[in-house]
């Protein structure tokens, strides 16, 4: 795998450039205790990637369909704000090493995410990377979010690169299906284990975290 071999590199957010995960984890965690509900840390990892009303879905079928999923949704926010606000969010390592890389061999890149456009902003600017990203495509701008292919089509787009010359970096098995849907070459760089087997199926190539993957792009 080298970077020659591709045109444009599109990053997804949550989970591989930025350490959220856990603080989504917790934020959701915390809400479901303050409503009386005991819920397994697995369960909320096994929502990485999923959009809003995919999750909503898999709430009301975890805990009973008269879950009030509104509030819930507020006091989550209420906390996961106020954890950022004092911890921050975290860059994944290799990320800035990675980009820099991209950046000497004058390759396209963009943002892909299935967070709408506020949260996705306001994620980047708390991690202080809103001038990094030239082109940045949310949920809002597809019809269908991931698993579906629409946003890694419209990025490549935005790019003006074909999909197949598109390098796609996920680190769900939300994304490595919506990446492999369209069409593009996808590495899966997990961010929950163990790692999930349908995900791994479908990638082209795992590896461990984004210095693994510049280490493979430099070979």
């Known amino acids: 795998m080298k970077l020659v071999d591709f045109s444009a590199v599109i990053f997804d957010m949550d989970g591989l450039v930025l350490d959220t995960e856990a603080t989504y984890c917790f934020a959701k965690q915390e809400a479901a205790k303050s409503m009386g509900f005991a819920v397994s840390d697995d ?3 096994s929502l990485s990637g999923l959009h809003a009303s995919d999750i909503e879905q898999k709430l009301f079928d975890h805990l009973g369909a008269d879950f009030d ?3 819930f949704n507020g ?8 954890y950022v606000k004092n911890n921050g969010i975290q860059i994944k390592p290799g990320f800035f090493a990675l980009l820099n890389f991209i950046v000497e ?3 396209p890149f963009c943002l892909a995410t ?3 456009a506020v949260n996705a902003t306001n994620c980047l600017k708390l991690a202080r990377l809103q001038d990094i990203f ?3 495509i949310t949920r809002d701008d597809v019809l269908q979010g991931k698993p579906e ?3 890694f089509l419209k990025a490549a787009d935005r790019l003006g690169v074909e999909i197949k010359q598109c390098l796609a970096l996920e680190d769900s098995p939300t994304g490595i299906q919506a990446a492999t849907r369209a069409g593009a070459f996808s590495v899966f760089v997990p961010s929950v284990l163990p790692v999930d087997p349908l995900a791994l199926s479908l990638c082209d190539v795992m590896l461990p975290d984004l210095e693994q993957v510049l280490q493979n792009l430099r070979a």
């Open 43 to 45: 369960f909320w990892l």
């Open 69 to 71: 999923c509104s509030a």
């Open 75 to 82: 006091r989550a926010e209420q906390i996961w704000h106020a």
């Open 105 to 107: 061999q004058a390759l």
């Open 114 to 116: 299935n967070s709408n």
């Open 134 to 136: 030239p082109v940045v």
């Open 149 to 151: 292919p629409d946003i």
